[in-house]
């Protein structure tokens, strides 16, 4: 069983940084056959993509709301994936969601996500 651990959620300023961090465990999990990527859930709102790294921590991508300010990276070793959130917005204020994948597949409702962590809240305060 694969288990993802969020850490690092909190209150932050609009304009403020803070940094997520995912944490992945289970006898067959690896970085180098599964994909890390960070969701986001807002009140009210549907689960939405933020960013996501491939296999090895390669081809990074990121919604366009986030473009420019949130950095996603992987430690293959560690089997941590981070999500580094500069310039925030009240906006953003929402449930931040760890999933790891063998396959991204964008055009499913969920993503190809095979595993989810319970998610960690993130407040901006305007």
């Known amino acids: 069983q694969v288990q993802l651990v969020e850490s690092g959620g909190g209150l932050v300023q609009a304009g403020g940084s803070l940094r997520l961090s995912c944490t992945a465990s289970g006898r067959t999990f690896s970085l180098y056959t599964y994909g890390m990527g960070w969701f986001r859930q807002a009140p009210g709102k549907d689960r939405e993509f933020v960013a996501r790294i491939g296999w090895s921590g390669a081809s990074a991508a990121y919604a366009d709301s986030v473009k420019g300010r949130f950095t996603i990276s992987g430690d293959n070793a560690k089997n941590t994936v981070d999500l580094q959130m500069n310039s925030v917005h009240p906006e953003e204020t929402a449930v931040y969601y760890c999933?790891?994948?063998?396959?991204?597949?964008?055009?499913?409702?969920?993503?190809?996500?095979?595993?989810w962590g319970k998610g960690t809240l993130v407040t901006v305060s305007s």
């Open positions: 999933a790891a994948a063998r396959s991204w597949r964008p055009e499913e409702r969920n993503y190809g996500v095979d595993y």
